[in-house]
Protein backbone atom coordinates (compact mmCIF):
# COMPACT_ATOMS: atom_id res chain seq x y z
CA UNK A 1 0.00 0.00 0.00
CA UNK A 2 3.01 2.63 0.68
CA UNK A 3 4.15 1.80 -3.06
CA UNK A 4 0.99 2.98 -4.43
CA UNK A 5 0.85 5.67 -2.42
CA UNK A 6 4.08 6.62 -2.95
CA UNK A 7 3.72 6.28 -7.20
CA UNK A 8 0.60 8.27 -6.08
CA UNK A 9 3.44 11.29 -6.64
CA UNK A 10 5.47 10.13 -8.78
CA UNK A 11 6.44 12.52 -11.90
CA UNK A 12 5.24 10.23 -14.91
CA UNK A 13 1.94 10.52 -15.29
CA UNK A 14 0.94 7.14 -16.30
CA UNK A 15 2.71 5.67 -12.99
CA UNK A 16 0.43 8.69 -11.12
CA UNK A 17 -2.64 7.58 -12.88
CA UNK A 18 -1.72 3.60 -12.45
CA UNK A 19 -1.42 4.41 -9.17
CA UNK A 20 -4.28 6.50 -8.33
CA UNK A 21 -6.76 3.84 -10.20
CA UNK A 22 -4.99 1.17 -7.97
CA UNK A 23 -5.67 2.96 -4.43
CA UNK A 24 -9.19 3.30 -5.40
CA UNK A 25 -9.84 -0.42 -6.43
CA UNK A 26 -8.18 -1.07 -2.79
CA UNK A 27 -10.13 1.51 -1.01
CA UNK A 28 -13.73 0.36 -2.92
CA UNK A 29 -12.73 -3.13 -2.07
CA UNK A 30 -12.13 -2.58 2.09
CA UNK A 31 -15.67 -0.46 1.76
CA UNK A 32 -17.27 -3.60 0.06
CA UNK A 33 -15.88 -5.67 2.92
CA UNK A 34 -17.15 -3.52 5.34
CA UNK A 35 -20.61 -3.57 3.09
CA UNK A 36 -20.61 -7.54 3.25
CA UNK A 37 -19.48 -7.73 7.23
CA UNK A 38 -23.15 -5.59 7.71
CA UNK A 39 -25.28 -7.42 4.65
CA UNK A 40 -23.76 -10.44 3.52
CA UNK A 41 -26.37 -10.81 0.84
CA UNK A 42 -24.40 -9.33 -1.81
CA UNK A 43 -20.81 -9.51 -3.46
CA UNK A 44 -19.31 -7.81 -5.81
CA UNK A 45 -17.09 -9.19 -8.50
CA UNK A 46 -15.85 -5.88 -9.31
CA UNK A 47 -17.07 -2.70 -7.66
CA UNK A 48 -20.11 -2.03 -9.81
CA UNK A 49 -21.05 -5.33 -10.18
CA UNK A 50 -23.13 -7.62 -7.77
CA UNK A 51 -24.08 -11.11 -7.66
CA UNK A 52 -26.85 -12.20 -5.81
CA UNK A 53 -25.85 -15.04 -3.16
CA UNK A 54 -27.17 -17.34 -0.43
CA UNK A 55 -27.11 -15.24 2.60
CA UNK A 56 -23.95 -15.99 4.56
CA UNK A 57 -22.19 -17.38 1.19
CA UNK A 58 -20.62 -13.76 0.44
CA UNK A 59 -17.37 -14.55 1.47
CA UNK A 60 -16.90 -17.91 0.19
CA UNK A 61 -18.32 -16.72 -3.16
CA UNK A 62 -15.75 -14.17 -3.36
CA UNK A 63 -12.75 -16.98 -2.52
CA UNK A 64 -14.21 -18.87 -5.26
CA UNK A 65 -13.96 -15.96 -7.51
CA UNK A 66 -9.95 -14.94 -6.61
CA UNK A 67 -9.01 -19.07 -6.21
CA UNK A 68 -10.21 -18.96 -9.99
CA UNK A 69 -9.19 -15.29 -11.54
CA UNK A 70 -6.01 -16.50 -12.77
CA UNK A 71 -6.94 -19.49 -14.75
CA UNK A 72 -8.79 -18.87 -17.86
CA UNK A 73 -10.44 -22.27 -17.41
CA UNK A 74 -11.84 -21.53 -14.17
CA UNK A 75 -12.33 -18.22 -14.71
CA UNK A 76 -14.35 -19.03 -17.53
CA UNK A 77 -17.12 -21.49 -15.10
CA UNK A 78 -17.24 -18.26 -12.70
CA UNK A 79 -18.00 -15.48 -15.71
CA UNK A 80 -20.59 -18.43 -17.00
CA UNK A 81 -21.99 -18.90 -13.48
CA UNK A 82 -22.45 -14.97 -13.25
CA UNK A 83 -23.90 -15.10 -16.60
CA UNK A 84 -26.71 -17.79 -15.48
CA UNK A 85 -26.84 -16.29 -11.69
CA UNK A 86 -27.85 -12.63 -13.09
CA UNK A 87 -30.36 -14.47 -15.40
CA UNK A 88 -31.73 -16.53 -12.46
CA UNK A 89 -32.14 -13.19 -10.41
CA UNK A 90 -35.77 -12.67 -11.83
CA UNK A 91 -38.61 -14.82 -10.07
CA UNK A 92 -40.02 -15.24 -13.80
CA UNK A 93 -37.28 -16.90 -15.48
CA UNK A 94 -36.87 -20.97 -15.62
CA UNK A 95 -33.78 -22.40 -15.04
CA UNK A 96 -33.46 -23.71 -18.97
CA UNK A 97 -33.69 -19.90 -19.66
CA UNK A 98 -30.85 -18.88 -17.60
CA UNK A 99 -28.86 -21.91 -17.97
CA UNK A 100 -29.12 -20.83 -21.71
CA UNK A 101 -27.22 -17.70 -21.11
CA UNK A 102 -24.25 -20.15 -21.54
CA UNK A 103 -24.73 -21.52 -24.48
CA UNK A 104 -22.45 -19.65 -26.95
CA UNK A 105 -19.46 -19.61 -24.56
CA UNK A 106 -17.58 -22.66 -25.95
CA UNK A 107 -17.74 -23.92 -22.46
CA UNK A 108 -16.61 -27.79 -22.17
CA UNK A 109 -18.88 -30.19 -20.31
CA UNK A 110 -16.83 -30.14 -17.44
CA UNK A 111 -17.16 -26.11 -17.52
CA UNK A 112 -20.87 -26.33 -18.10
CA UNK A 113 -21.37 -29.20 -14.84
CA UNK A 114 -18.87 -26.63 -12.51
CA UNK A 115 -21.16 -23.88 -13.62
CA UNK A 116 -24.17 -26.31 -12.55
CA UNK A 117 -22.70 -26.69 -9.19
CA UNK A 118 -21.36 -23.13 -8.82
CA UNK A 119 -25.13 -22.01 -9.43
CA UNK A 120 -27.49 -24.47 -7.21
CA UNK A 121 -24.77 -23.94 -4.26
CA UNK A 122 -24.48 -20.17 -4.37
CA UNK A 123 -27.83 -19.00 -5.93
CA UNK A 124 -30.98 -18.84 -3.55
CA UNK A 125 -33.29 -20.65 -6.07
CA UNK A 126 -30.31 -23.41 -6.64
CA UNK A 127 -32.53 -26.52 -5.64
CA UNK A 128 -34.79 -25.70 -8.41
CA UNK A 129 -32.03 -25.09 -10.44
CA UNK A 130 -30.35 -28.65 -9.73
CA UNK A 131 -33.15 -30.60 -9.78
CA UNK A 132 -33.87 -29.37 -13.34
CA UNK A 133 -30.32 -29.62 -14.46
CA UNK A 134 -29.75 -33.24 -12.96
CA UNK A 135 -33.18 -34.48 -15.17
CA UNK A 136 -31.63 -32.78 -18.25
CA UNK A 137 -28.46 -33.90 -18.38
CA UNK A 138 -29.39 -37.67 -17.12
CA UNK A 139 -28.88 -40.37 -19.69
CA UNK A 140 -30.59 -42.96 -17.34
CA UNK A 141 -31.82 -42.15 -14.51
CA UNK A 142 -28.57 -40.68 -12.98
CA UNK A 143 -30.48 -37.42 -12.53
CA UNK A 144 -33.16 -39.05 -10.33
CA UNK A 145 -30.37 -40.24 -8.27
CA UNK A 146 -28.37 -37.45 -7.96
CA UNK A 147 -31.40 -35.31 -6.73
CA UNK A 148 -31.95 -37.85 -4.63
CA UNK A 149 -28.61 -37.45 -2.95
CA UNK A 150 -28.15 -33.62 -3.50
CA UNK A 151 -25.21 -33.62 -5.44
CA UNK A 152 -25.48 -32.25 -9.37
CA UNK A 153 -24.15 -33.95 -12.07
CA UNK A 154 -21.24 -33.41 -14.25
CA UNK A 155 -21.95 -34.54 -18.03
CA UNK A 156 -17.98 -34.50 -18.30
CA UNK A 157 -18.32 -37.65 -15.45
CA UNK A 158 -21.14 -39.78 -16.79
CA UNK A 159 -20.13 -43.48 -17.57
CA UNK A 160 -21.77 -45.48 -19.70
CA UNK A 161 -21.95 -48.94 -19.11
CA UNK A 162 -21.12 -51.00 -22.09
CA UNK A 163 -22.62 -54.62 -22.51
CA UNK A 164 -20.06 -57.84 -21.89
CA UNK A 165 -20.86 -59.11 -25.31
CA UNK A 166 -18.64 -58.33 -28.40
CA UNK A 167 -19.98 -57.68 -31.86
CA UNK A 168 -17.68 -59.93 -33.82
Known sequence: MSN???ECFSNNEAVRTRARWLLRQRLDMRDNLYKLNARP???PLSPSEYIRVKNGLGLEWQRVV???RYSSYGFG?????????NKLNAPSTSPEKAFSAIDNMGLTGYMAGAT???VSYFHP???EFRHWYNLKTQIRDEGVKANASGSVLNPALLVLGFSDKRAD
Open 125 to 127: RGE
Open 4 to 6: ILA
Open 66 to 68: NVN
Open 77 to 85: VILASIAVL
Open 116 to 118: AQR
Open 41 to 43: YWW
